[in-house]
């Protein structure tokens, strides 16, 4: 079994980027509830039905539906993963304890108006869920995935007005998760303001 990872931090904060980057390097499976949710709201699912109603309000998805999604997921996994967008409530991260044993808690550190700035300029693949940054990070051919050639889009929950209820969301459920897992002695706070490469190695240090 390989590492055993949650990336915690709040939205914008590069997640899903430095998860990508551990699943290339390192093969760890990338397990991303926000990703699954879009998914099922996709395909028109019960649970995407149900789901939208939250995600569009940039509000949380009721803690039981992401517990069993994510649980489902990780017990049939056996090359270690890395968690992106999960636990994001005290809730969650109790249920988590109960089926999976985590070694390392990276928690990304970025201020709010960096948030909203790279949050409202991402794009954004449907298809292998690669993220992209119009300044930062272009794809080499506009609206286009690096990866895969897909259309890219600019998800539904990414404008300012929304980007901010998810940023006090973020504040409210799932900042106390910083104390939570520093108590357990498995946190390390990382600057994730900078160079993506260079976060990058500060994360496989830290490992
Ligand atoms: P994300 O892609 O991680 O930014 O998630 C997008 C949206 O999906 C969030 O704003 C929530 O509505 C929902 N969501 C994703 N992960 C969770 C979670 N662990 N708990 C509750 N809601 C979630």
Redesign the pocket.
């Known amino acids: 079994m390989g590492f055993r990872i949650i990336l915690l931090g709040p ?1 914008g904060s590069g997640k899903g980027t430095q998860a990508e980057k551990l699943n290339d390097d390192l093969g760890l499976i990338r397990l ?4 699954m ?2 998914e099922a709201v996709r395909d028109q699912t019960e649970l995407g039905k149900m ?1 939208k109603q ?2 569009d309000k ?4 009721p ?1 039981d539906v ?1 517990i069993g999604l994510i649980e489902e997921k990780i017990l049939h996994i056996k090359e270690g993963f890395v968690l ?6 005290v809730q ?1 991260a109790d249920a988590l304890r109960k089926f999976a044993d985590i070694e390392h808690v990276i928690n990304l550190d970025v201020d709010d108006e960096e948030l909203v700035s790279r949050l409202t300029k991402r794009r954004s693949c449907p298809d292998c869920n690669v993220v992209f940054h119009l300044i930062y990070k272009p794809p080499m051919k506009d609206g286009v995935c690096d990866k895969c050639g897909a259309a890219l889009y600019q998800r539904s ?1 990414d404008t300012e007005e929304t980007v901010r209820a ?1 940023l006090k969301v973020y504040r409210d459920n799932t900042f106390p998760l910083i104390e939570y897992y520093g108590k357990q002695g498995i946190l390390v706070n990382i600057d994730g303001k900078g160079n993506i490469n260079e976060i990058y190695e500060a994360i496989e240090a830290s490992l």
Not at 58 to 61: H, N, R, S
């Open positions: 939205p991303s509830t926000g990703d949710l879009r789901a939250y995600m940039g509000a949380l998805v803690d992401v992106d967008g999960f636990p994001r409530t969650q929950d998810r």
